[in-house]
């Protein structure tokens, strides 16, 4: 299979080599794969897996197969498509509930640990980062804007990213 580029933002384009992703890299990269490594201990299935890096230092992550994108849109329509959306939301937030990041963690649009009542959100939680085979969300994708919020943040960052829901 040729590698495929699945993002055309930016200077460093999102490539498909076989069953791997490789990405750019940024001082957000350690504490995002330690989420992610915590998010697959805990048996999480709609995070990407840490593989490594690769020889020009780009992250590898394992590729979650299925439509993701603007067409995400199509899949929410339907209360039941936007019921499956909503829980995907609600069962990674559970999954997070006891992550503690280490205090030196750097992430996107912040530094440090989390305080107390306090999750680390995926930061980009739109139906456009969801892969979907089909009606069911099989994976969350674009992990790069996480960081803490406080839940009345998390919430008004949800429903701003979701705002044509509500329209």
Request: aromatic letters at 12%; charged letters at 30%; one cysteine or more.
């Amino acid at each position: 299979m040729p590698d495929q580029q699945l993002s055309t933002e930016g200077k460093h384009p999102i490539i498909r080599i076989g069953d791997t992703v490789h990405g750019p890299t940024g001082w957000w990269t350690p504490a995002v794969h330690e989420l992610l490594k915590y998010l697959e201990k805990g048996g999480f299935k709609y995070s990407p897996r840490v593989l490594g890096f690769d020889k020009r230092g780009r992250e590898i992550l394992s590729f979650i197969d299925g439509e993701s994108g603007k067409s995400g849109w199509t899949k929410i329509i339907t209360e039941d498509g936007l019921r499956k959306y909503a829980k995907l939301l609600r069962e990674y937030h559970d999954a997070v509930t006891d992550f503690r990041p280490t205090n030196d963690s750097e992430w996107a649009y912040r530094k440090g640990g989390i305080k107390k009542g306090e999750i680390i959100c995926h930061g980009d939680f739109g139906v456009w980062n969801i892969v979907w085979q089909n009606d069911e969300p099989v994976g969350i994708v674009d992990w790069v804007a996480n960081g803490d919020l406080e839940e009345i943040e998390k919430r008004a960052k949800w429903t701003g990213n979701n705002k044509h829901l509500f329209e």
